[in-house]
């Protein structure tokens, strides 16, 4: 597909791309939910999606290239059904996270940020997600996979790659890249209230609230004591 072909492609979400412009009193704020949308259509953010986000907001498309290289969740390479990333930053790297994204590489036959011949996964190490109290941590799509380990990450990635429905450890279920995408954009989360109790904070957040408040975590039931 040319340039000019994949621009006219875009045209499909016009109507999207002005309901979202029409959230901002200026519509160049709206570019980043703008790339999003563009990336739920594509897969990454291509050079006639800049174009398009360009022309959507008055921009140049220097200015809309500087920002969608600034941000890591938005590619320039189409990204697999699943983006799979594995948090090698230091708390998880040391707890696990640099062997599990040293097996998944040798699992899966690709390196950092390479997608798989069937184009089902995209594996890539990620810098902190705030959630070290899970760590090691992997995300799919966006959504938190918890408390991970090399064994468990493998049997994650198989079953992605056999079509199967995965939660992640937080409660929604996996969708993908694609439809994530537009989720971000700012549009309805098919999956919402699809899980009860998802999003919640788990007991390991809770523990630190808990010992600063003079109290001791016993266990995952949340029951705890007095400290002396």
């Not at 390479?114 to 966006?142: F, K, Q, S």
């Not at 380990?149 to 790659?161: F, G, I, Q, S």
């Not at 919402?192 to 788990?202: H, M, Q």
Request: charged letters at 20%; proline letters at 4%; a negative charge.
């Amino acid at each position: 597909m040319t340039d000019q072909e994949a621009y006219a492609h875009l045209r499909k979400l016009d109507a999207d791309a002005a309901e979202i412009v029409s959230r901002y009193p200026q519509s160049g704020s709206a570019l980043l939910p703008l790339l999003h949308l563009v990336q739920s259509e594509e897969g990454y953010v291509s050079p006639a999606g800049i174009e398009y986000c360009a022309d959507k907001l008055g921009l140049s498309t220097a200015e809309v290239s500087a920002v969608s290289t600034f941000y890591t969740m938005y590619k320039r390479r189409p990204v697999g059904d699943y983006h799979v990333g594995v948090c090698t930053n230091t708390l998880c790297a040391v707890l696990g996270g640099d062997a599990i994204f040293a097996t998944l590489k040798d699992h899966l036959g690709v390196g950092n940020d390479e997608t798989t011949e069937d184009g089902r996964l995209t594996l890539e190490h990620i810098e902190c997600n705030a959630a070290c109290d899970y760590a090691p941590v992997m995300t799919v799509n966006w959504e938190f996979m918890d408390d991970m380990t090399p064994d468990k990450a493998v049997r994650l990635v198989d079953e992605l790659r056999a079509g199967k429905d995965v939660l992640s450890t937080r409660g929604p279920a996996l969708c993908t890249f694609k439809q994530a995408e537009r989720i971000l954009a700012g549009f309805e989360d098919p999956r919402e209230g699809a899980v009860a109790g998802g999003g919640a904070a788990g007991h390991a957040s809770l523990a630190g609230l808990l010992v600063s408040q003079g109290r001791t975590p016993t266990g995952p039931a949340g029951t705890t004591e007095a400290s002396e």
